[in-house]
């Protein structure tokens, strides 16, 4: 029986121990899924404060419930560890590592490169390594195949199998999950594809194969191009319709009447999370090396920035039109998380609408019952979240909705606001209010 073959059975029947490398909103579920379907995983991460909740059998995520945790690691299905030499031990690694940009826009590689290294210490024959950490096309052949093979002298496809299966994580749903939303899967063989996906079809109910690790990373990367792009549309037309006095919002809601040739995007104050504003510059940046220019992405991507810019000077304007200057008043912004009813505020715009109303001179504050503290980490700036949110509406001279989360009353803050600007409509379906301008 040839390694693949053996790999494959064990794979199969679950003897395979498995490690999930990064225990984030991507790993911890994806460990959480394969260990209810029966598989030992080792979660790794250098961050003790995860590792220590997880052995407590605590949840960090939302999205994942601590009864489940608690439940697997009771049971010995999950365990975690900042140990990697226990790498060597196992037969199947999934790399869930962040992949964020620099503040110059170029991808930020650190944390794939850091988990290789790690990982290049134990690589042995047997084993089948998964990259799903979002990354530009080539990633999976230019840098792990040859730290993780061909410097251990192993032979891909095999000695040792790799692939590339993009993460689908979408903080908040509960209708689409890990579990049950379809897997993209490319191999850097056609023996690579074959392994990673006996071992996922475990686990994710629906395994979609394509030819290569390169047409999985591409993959991945149009799912968010299409929704930056059709989002950067949107946001353009929020701001023609401001110029031509016609209700944005009125229009999309006609447009999207259509039962076909229509998908409905809506606009507002900028991108955010952990994907979208991110993913389609991997594009743009691998592009620029065959002297390719991706005018779409680059495009959206300066109307999607400029949001939060264009959201504060439509503020300004608004406080001009009141009698008084954005400069020492109280301003509130409601929502600091990138989307609805969620705890996340990697790349959110209310960061950024929050800084810049700050350099305009406004004494800022902020609520989200989700987010009680807000670090920023290049501006320094920090605050905590609003205690009483009925007294802090009255109290501001203008809020700002950035998030639209469900818990709040607005007709409540209607009634107790002097002055609303509303990014995301939230107060659309209560009707037309004489203190309530929308973008």
């Known amino acids: 029986m040839s390694i693949k073959e053996k790999l494959i059975q064990k794979l199969r029947d679950k003897s395979a121990k498995m490690a999930v490398l990064g225990l984030g909103y991507v790993g911890l579920p994806l460990s959480v899924v394969f260990g209810e379907a029966g598989f030992n995983v080792v979660g790794v991460d250098p961050d003790a404060r995860k590792v220590k909740a997880l052995q407590k059998g605590e949840s960090y995520i939302p999205d994942v419930s601590a009864e489940k945790v608690a439940a697997l690691t009771k049971s010995g299905r999950l365990s975690a560890t900042t140990d990697f030499s226990i790498l060597r031990e196992m037969d199947a690694v999934s790399i869930c590592v962040p992949t964020p940009l620099r503040q110059t826009g170029d991808p930020d590689m650190s ?45 891909v496809g095999e000695d040792w199998f790799l692939a590339f299966s993009p993460e689908r994580v979408d903080p908040g749903r509960e209708d689409f999950t890990t579990k049950n939303t379809p897997k993209v899967l490319g191999g850097i063989s056609e023996a690579c594809g074959e392994v990673a996906s006996a071992w996922y079809e475990g686990a994710i109910q629906t395994i979609h194969r394509v030819s290569s690790a390169e047409a999985a990373e591409m993959a991945k990367l149009l799912e968010n191009t299409f929704r930056m792009i059709n989002i950067g549309m949107v946001n353009e037309l929020a701001v023609m319709c401001e110029y031509l006095g016609v209700d944005v919002w009125e229009v999309i809601d006609a447009a999207a009447s259509k039962p076909f040739g229509f998908m409905k995007f809506t606009p ?33 991507s300066e109307v999607n920035t400029n949001m939060p810019r264009y959201v504060v000077g439509r503020v300004l304007e608004a406080m001009n039109n009141l009698g008084k200057t954005l400069k020492g008043s109280r301003i509130l912004v409601l929502g600091a998380a990138y989307k ?92 037309k209010f004489a203190n309530v301008e929308r973008l």
């Open 111 to 155: 944390f794939i490169i850091s988990a290789i290294e790690e990982l290049s210490k134990y690589v042995h024959k047997g084993m089948v390594v998964v990259l799903e950490s979002t990354t530009y096309p080539g990633t999976t052949r230019e840098l792990l195949l040859p730290k993780l093979g061909a410097e251990h002298g192993l032979t």
């Open 268 to 300: 507002g104050p900028g991108l955010g999370g952990h994907c979208i504003p991110i993913d389609p510059l991997y594009l743009s940046w691998k592009m620029r090396s065959f002297n390719y220019n991706a005018r779409f992405i680059d495009l959206a």
């Open 340 to 431: 609805p009813d969620i705890d996340d505020v990697r790349e959110s715009p209310a960061l950024d609408v929050i800084g810049l109303l700050r350099k305009k001179g406004a004494d800022v504050r902020y609520h989200d019952p989700y987010i009680p503290h807000i670090h920023h980490e290049y501006d320094g700036w920090q605050m905590d979240s609003e205690d009483d949110l009925t007294q802090s509406v009255k109290d501001a001279d203008a809020v700002v909705i950035v998030t639209n989360h469900k818990v709040y009353d607005y007709k409540a803050i209607i009634d107790a606001a002097k002055f609303i600007f509303d990014t995301r409509n939230a107060t659309g379906k209560l009707g």
